[in-house]
């Protein structure tokens, strides 16, 4: 299996402008997380899907992100207008849903904003 | 609510050595928990899982993990340490009980350097 893929897997961008992050899970996984990591604040869930659906957006930090999942097999993370303090690494991970099972990473997307 | 604990920020130990990574939780039920390692410029990685059963758990590279239910406690072990072992380790936790679908709430992360 290819694992989760994420793309571009390092991006710079001026701030104000617009960041578009994807995200293709496992195959056969109904649940997709994205993450942040930060040296500041550690590893946090942002948002978590279900079958395609937002089940817990309550880590998405402000109106400038959005995420969306229109199928199984692709999920992006929007963050329009960018600034600095979003500059981070953005994690995409996909399990199967019940409880228990394992999540598995993608290799990550590092965000500059300058 | 679900909550994981790495008291130490980085662990330190010499090659050839054994190795022990703390981590507690706490969760109002049962506990599924997970080890992550992370390398340098990469995703986290799978190392191992306590589900039901035994509460010794092994994993990939020779790690190790022993859950204790009194002590609430599930530390990341492994007899000799190897200087490629040096990353960043995770600890997480899933209640048992929680409805919230398969969410994880991980620690804050515990830095392992092995010296040569």
């Known amino acids: 299996d290819a694992g989760v893929i994420q793309s571009p897997r390092h991006e710079v961008t001026e701030m104000g402008q617009e960041v578009t992050l994807r995200c293709k899970p496992i195959?056969?996984?109904?649940?997709l997380f994205w993450y942040r990591q930060t040296m500041m604040r550690g590893l946090e869930l942002l948002i978590y899907?279900?079958?395609?659906?937002?089940?817990?957006d309550s880590g998405m930090p402000e109106d400038r992100f959005s995420a969306k999942m229109p199928n199984a097999s692709f999920s992006t993370l929007k963050i329009q207008p960018s600034e600095p303090r979003d500059s981070a690494v953005y994690f995409c991970?996909?399990?199967?849903?019940?409880?228990?099972?394992?999540?598995?990473f993608g290799e990550g997307s590092w965000l500059t904003v300058v | 609510a679900q909550s994981v604990a790495q008291p130490e920020d980085q662990v330190n130990v010499a090659e050839g050595n054994p190795l022990t990574v703390k981590c507690t939780y706490s969760?109002?039920?049962?506990?599924?928990l997970f080890w992550y390692v992370q390398y340098p410029n990469r995703g986290l990685q799978f190392l191992l899982k306590y589900i039901t059963g035994d509460n010794l758990v092994k994993g990939s590279y020779g790690f190790e993990a022993e859950f204790n239910k009194s002590q609430t406690s599930f530390h990341l072990k492994k007899p000799s340490a190897l200087v490629s072992d040096s990353a960043l380790y995770f600890c997480?936790?899933?209640?048992?009980?929680?409805?919230?679908?398969?969410?994880?709430?991980f620690g804050g992360g515990t830095r392992l350097m092995v010296k040569p």
């Open positions: 899907f279900n079958n395609n659906v937002p089940i817990d």
């Open positions: 991970a996909s399990s199967l849903s019940r409880s228990g099972n394992t999540i598995y």
């Open positions: 969760v109002s039920g049962n506990p599924y």
């Open positions: 997480a936790v899933r209640d048992m009980n929680n409805n919230a679908g398969n969410m994880l709430t």
């Open positions: 195959s056969g996984h109904n649940s």
